[in-house]
């Protein structure tokens, strides 16, 4: 693992690989020095950075200092999130993690974590807040200004405290470039058999129909809720994510029979393509649509990429249930339970739900929406407006997979079986039967 020498002995995550910036008030970022590193489950781990900015707030003046783990690890995730952090005005060392690495050893990582540690809403959030391993931040809470209702439910443990301040929030939804419809005269499916229909069409022009990647096992869970929101509703999706409902059921072996008739349309190998790539091929217009999470436009520079970008929501598949679902996850930010400075910790996180923060994170990275009704929505691209209303018509709002079940389960038990889907689908009644019994050994909420 890369130990960064900047942080305190407990600043340890088994597995973790990362880059280091100490941000302090709006002060620009200085010089970079290389750490050495080395590698457990990793050979050639990459070297992590720290870079110094001079504080706007000393102990003397202000709550002193904090540390911040970061799974923002894009380029522009990274420089979004400092200038965000910089807004705040308070002394923060940033430890960033690769983003999948970050997920997957959460579990290790949150035993020992930063101070301040970006995470989900919901139940990701409140399994952790359950084992007493966060920090309760109801009184950062009694201080917000322009956070909803809704937003302090998702943010709420199971004994009514808040252990989570949102930041923003990004609906799941298929993707596409607009140009690339205009010149093969495509319309936009509603329904299943008019979005096989155009898979077809795409295939016969020689596009590759649907991006596909489930590089750690998470990207497809996407494709998963959508498809049980669709066939089964909304409410059979959170009996099922609550552990209610048998894997083995017809219901959940609907989801898989349906989505086996978008396989033949998917890029191959799935499992060994990274999100990233999928987004470069339908940039590239290799591919012609792609499920996704609007944080897409994050890795896409050209402004002419960018503008060429538009999305729809997920086809009706069962008219019962139409397009009344959409997956809108919450991201943000939790204190650990013993935190190095707590005074310094609630102020950023205060500072992190206000308007001036995500401000700051949008100028730089608009791919998403601010969770603060506050923030000046003035300068929002068509993407984010589409999001917003998008959103905002929903008659139910899920969160995700690995967020609206027990976390452990939804990476080493449905995701396992997902990926295990995408390579062999005709296992999938042997599959489905090993989720189950696995199922049994979890206790949720």
Same mark, same amino acid.
């Given at each position: 693992?890369?130990?960064?020498?900047?942080?305190?002995?407990?600043?340890? %995550?088994?597995?973790?690989?990362?880059?280091?910036?100490?941000?302090?008030?709006?002060?620009?970022? !200085?010089?970079?020095?290389?750490?050495?590193?080395?590698?457990?489950?990793?050979?050639?781990?990459? *070297?992590?950075?720290?870079?110094?900015?001079?504080?706007?707030?000393?102990?003397?003046?202000?709550?002193?200092?904090?540390?911040?783990?970061?799974?923002?690890?894009?380029?522009?995730?990274? $420089?979004?999130?400092?200038?965000? &952090?910089?807004?705040?005005?308070?002394?923060?060392?940033?430890?960033?993690?690769?983003?999948?690495?970050?997920?997957?050893?959460?579990?290790?990582?949150?035993?020992?974590?930063?101070? &301040?540690?970006?995470?989900?809403? /919901?139940?990701?959030?409140?399994?952790?807040?359950?084992?007493?391993?966060?920090?309760?931040?109801?009184?950062?809470?009694?201080?917000?200004?322009?956070?909803?209702?809704?937003?302090?439910?998702?943010?709420?443990?199971?004994?009514?405290?808040?252990?989570?301040?949102?930041?923003?929030? #990004?609906?799941?939804?298929?993707? #596409?470039?607009?140009?690339?419809?205009?010149?093969?005269?495509?319309?936009?499916?509603?329904?299943?058999? =008019?979005?096989?229909?155009?898979?077809?069409?795409?295939?016969?022009? %020689?596009?590759? @129909?649907?991006?596909?990647?489930?590089?750690?096992?998470?990207?497809?869970?996407?494709?998963?809720?959508?498809?049980?929101?669709?066939?089964?509703?909304?409410? #059979?999706?959170?009996?099922?994510? /609550?552990?209610?409902?048998?894997? $083995?059921?017809?219901?959940?072996?609907?989801?898989?029979?349906?989505?086996?008739?978008?396989?033949?349309?998917?890029?191959?190998?799935?499992? !060994?393509?990274?999100? =990233?790539?999928?987004?470069?091929?339908?940039?590239?217009? =290799?591919?012609?649509?792609?499920?996704?999470?609007?944080?897409?436009?994050?890795?896409?520079? $050209?402004?002419? &990429?960018?503008?060429?970008?538009?999305?729809?929501?997920?086809?009706?598949?069962?008219?019962?249930?139409?397009?009344?679902?959409?997956? *809108?996850?919450?991201?943000?930010?939790?204190? *650990?339970?013993?935190?190095?400075? $707590?005074?310094?910790?609630?102020?950023?996180?205060?500072?992190?739900?206000?308007? @001036?923060?995500?401000?700051?994170?949008?100028? &730089?990275? @608009?791919?998403?929406?601010?969770?603060?009704?506050?923030?000046?929505?003035?300068?929002?691209?068509?993407?984010?407006?589409?999001?917003?209303?998008?959103?905002?018509?929903?008659?139910?709002?899920?969160?995700?997979?690995?967020?609206?079940?027990?976390?452990?389960?939804?990476?080493?038990?449905?995701?396992?079986?997902?990926?295990?889907?995408?390579?062999?689908?005709?296992?999938?009644?042997?599959?489905?039967?090993?989720?189950?019994?696995?199922?049994?050994?979890?206790?949720?909420?």
């Amino acid at each position: 693992m890369t130990k960064p020498t900047e942080s305190s002995p407990k600043r340890r %995550g088994a597995g973790l690989n990362r880059r280091d910036f100490m941000i302090g008030g709006t002060a620009a970022l !200085g010089g970079a020095a290389l750490l050495a590193s080395c590698g457990d489950d990793d050979d050639a781990a990459p *070297a992590a950075t720290t870079t110094t900015a001079a504080p706007t707030t000393t102990a003397d003046t202000g709550p002193g200092s904090t540390t911040l783990g970061s799974n923002y690890s894009g380029e522009k995730n990274r $420089e979004a999130l400092a200038a965000a &952090v910089a807004a705040t005005g308070v002394e923060t060392m940033i430890n960033t993690i690769d983003h999948n690495t970050y997920q997957e050893n959460f579990n290790t990582y949150i035993q020992q974590p930063d101070d &301040v540690v970006s995470w989900f809403a /919901g139940y990701r959030m409140r399994a952790f807040a359950s084992k007493g391993v966060l920090g309760d931040v109801s009184d950062v809470w009694s201080g917000l200004n322009g956070m909803s209702d809704g937003f302090r439910s998702a943010s709420s443990g199971l004994d009514g405290k808040q252990y989570f301040v949102p930041f923003y929030f #990004y609906p799941w939804a298929v993707h #596409y470039r607009k140009s690339l419809f205009a010149d093969n005269g495509y319309s936009i499916p509603t329904t299943w058999d =008019e979005f096989k229909a155009l898979c077809d069409t795409m295939q016969a022009d %020689g596009i590759t @129909p649907l991006s596909a990647a489930n590089d750690g096992r998470w990207p497809q869970m996407g494709m998963f809720d959508m498809l049980n929101l669709r066939v089964n509703g909304y409410d #059979y999706h959170v009996s099922l994510m /609550g552990g209610n409902e048998s894997w $083995e059921s017809a219901e959940v072996k609907n989801i898989f029979s349906t989505w086996s008739e978008i396989l033949p349309y998917y890029q191959p190998a799935a499992n !060994g393509r990274t999100w =990233e790539d999928g987004a470069g091929a339908l940039r590239e217009k =290799e591919t012609g649509m792609y499920l996704i999470g609007t944080f897409l436009t994050s890795q896409y520079t $050209e402004q002419e &990429v960018l503008d060429d970008i538009d999305f729809f929501l997920f086809p009706e598949v069962n008219p019962e249930h139409g397009q009344d679902a959409i997956e *809108a996850p919450i991201d943000g930010f939790m204190m *650990a339970a013993s935190p190095d400075n $707590e005074t310094a910790a609630k102020a950023l996180l205060g500072g992190m739900g206000s308007a @001036p923060a995500i401000d700051a994170y949008i100028a &730089v990275d @608009p791919s998403v929406v601010a969770a603060n009704s506050n923030a000046d929505t003035s300068g929002y691209n068509a993407l984010q407006q589409r999001s917003a209303e998008a959103v905002g018509s929903a008659k139910y709002i899920a969160q995700f997979l690995d967020r609206d079940t027990d976390p452990d389960f939804a990476a080493n038990v449905a995701g396992v079986g997902i990926a295990d889907f995408l390579g062999s689908p005709d296992s999938i009644d042997t599959i489905l039967a090993d989720i189950e019994a696995k199922k049994q050994t979890y206790d949720f909420e």
